[in-house]
């Protein structure tokens, strides 16, 4: 199959038969076409993963960048029928049994997101949805414009949206002992 059909429902099972060059996710059976990211998005990611990185080495969780497929399904559903396949950002995956060549299958501990000018409703509405849906533990939104970061908590089965940090602030990331990050070091520059 070439380019998908914007008025049809895909499954994860479609997706891998598409042959055009281009990047896509699918929620909720709708394909969306990824842009290419800005240079200050590259430079954000670069720096948070490094960061990140640097922290895990060594330990069980693993940063995984774009472009990576994120398949998320329910316990009892068939992967392959997903009608949900991400490519975050960022992703910490720490059961290494989700993970194989083709990507993660079941939802990381921690999705971060960067936004764009064309990603924003899309990360503040339809993603936020669906990584509560799908239970991700944590979840950052990272804004480049306004240099801060929002964390979404998942606190039975709901976010709650716990803190948000400003370019001064550091985070500390409860969900993994001594792991801080100093924003003033991500949106540098």
């Known amino acids: 199959?070439?380019?998908?059909?914007?008025?049809?429902?895909?499954?994860?099972?479609d997706y891998i038969k598409w042959d055009d060059d281009n990047k896509y996710e699918i929620i909720d059976g709708t394909p969306y076409l990824l842009a290419s990211p800005s240079l200050e998005h590259q430079r954000i990611?670069?720096?948070?993963?490094?960061?990140?990185?640097?922290?895990?080495?060594?330990?069980?969780c693993e940063v995984i960048t774009a472009p990576f497929d994120v398949v998320l399904f329910k316990e009892g559903e068939e992967p392959f029928k997903s009608k949900n396949i991400v490519q975050p950002d960022i992703?910490?995956?720490?059961?290494?049994?989700?993970?194989?060549?083709?990507?993660?299958?079941?939802?990381?501990?921690?999705?971060i997101e960067i936004l764009s000018p064309s990603t924003t409703s899309i990360d503040y509405v339809k993603k936020l949805n669906l990584y509560q849906e799908y239970k991700v533990k944590e979840?950052?939104?990272?804004?480049?414009?306004?240099?801060?970061?929002?964390?979404?908590?998942?606190?039975?089965?709901?976010?709650?949206i716990t803190e948000i940090y400003l370019y001064n602030d550091?985070?500390?990331v409860d969900m993994f002992e001594g792991l801080e990050i100093k924003l003033e070091d991500i949106f540098k520059g």
């Open 170 to 172: 550091i985070i500390k």
């Open 1 to 13: 199959m070439a380019i998908p059909n914007y008025n049809l429902k895909y499954t994860y099972e």
């Open 91 to 111: 992703s910490i995956i720490c059961d290494e049994n989700k993970l194989n060549e083709r990507g993660c299958f079941g939802s990381p501990n921690l999705i």
């Open 45 to 60: 990611s670069i720096r948070l993963s490094g960061e990140l990185y640097n922290y895990f080495k060594n330990k069980k």
């Open 139 to 160: 979840y950052w939104i990272v804004n480049p414009k306004s240099k801060t970061v929002q964390i979404f908590k998942l606190v039975e089965d709901r976010y709650d």
